[in-house]
């Protein structure tokens, strides 16, 4: 079984600094896929970005990267010059490859917040 | 439509009662799959479709959930004799295959379901 562990319930950050959400994850298969949603107010679910285990270079999509360290089973999320529209809960999941990249398992969530 | 659509927004129910909920995924995708967010639970896989057959039933919490999909398309989510436990948004997602590993999975806006 898969398990992803967030520590952080809650984050705050100014306007336009960069943060990292922490997500550390535990699986035994070799092969498995890493993902980050938003889920804002409104409630519909935002993928973010996605890192493979196999990939050697961080992922990176707009203002959004991964920092994924492999060894130490960790694949936090930053978010750099952050934005009033970035404050949501934020969902860090894995999935592996002998069953479905679409069968997640997801952390507890951080929310974020971001002040002017 | 252009993304994954969920009827009803809300229901209310009442103890005991069976409910359906459907899903209608993103035309042409062929994994479609149902998730519940819950506060206690957080959000918690059900089951997935690759076309209509269902190849992970794992996440139904008890023979009282069912689901089915029909014309590779719409799928139906069905909770017999409702129990308070079952209150929770139900979640479907779809993407084009289950297999690849970096394609996006969207969701829908959700069923917020009520027992009372």
């Known amino acids: 079984a898969q398990k992803i562990t967030q520590t952080q319930p809650g984050m705050f950050v100014q306007e336009k600094e960069a943060v990292t959400l922490d997500c550390t994850y535990d699986?035994?298969?070799?092969?498995?896929?890493l993902f980050w949603y938003k889920q804002p107010s409104s409630g519909e679910m935002i993928f973010l970005i996605y890192q493979g285990s196999y990939d050697e270079q961080n992922a990176t999509e707009g203002r959004y990267s991964l920092n994924f360290q492999k060894a130490r089973k960790s694949a936090n999320l930053v978010i750099s010059a952050s934005q009033l529209g970035d404050s949501a809960m934020y969902f860090c999941a894995t999935a592996v490859s002998r069953t479905s990249y679409g069968k997640l398992t997801f952390g507890q969530g951080t929310i974020l917040t971001v002040h002017p | 439509g252009a993304g994954v659509s969920q009827s009803p927004s809300n229901k209310v129910t009442e103890k005991g009662k069976d409910v359906e909920l459907r899903c209608d995924p993103i035309?042409?995708?062929?994994?479609l799959y149902w998730y519940r967010q819950s506060l206690g639970q957080g959000l918690e896989f059900l089951i997935y479709f690759q076309g209509n057959s269902a190849p992970d039933k794992s996440g139904l919490p008890s023979d009282r959930f069912s689901a089915e999909r029909t014309g590779g398309s719409v799928s139906t989510l069905t909770i017999q004799r409702t129990q308070q436990e079952d209150s929770a948004v139900y979640l479907c997602?779809?993407?084009?295959?289950?297999?690849?590993?970096?394609?996006?999975?969207?969701f829908g806006s959700g069923t917020q379901l009520s027992v009372l």
């Open positions: 699986t035994s298969d070799q092969s498995y896929g």
């Open positions: 997602a779809s993407r084009r295959d289950a297999g690849t590993p970096n394609e996006k999975l969207f």
């Open positions: 035309s042409g995708h062929t994994a």
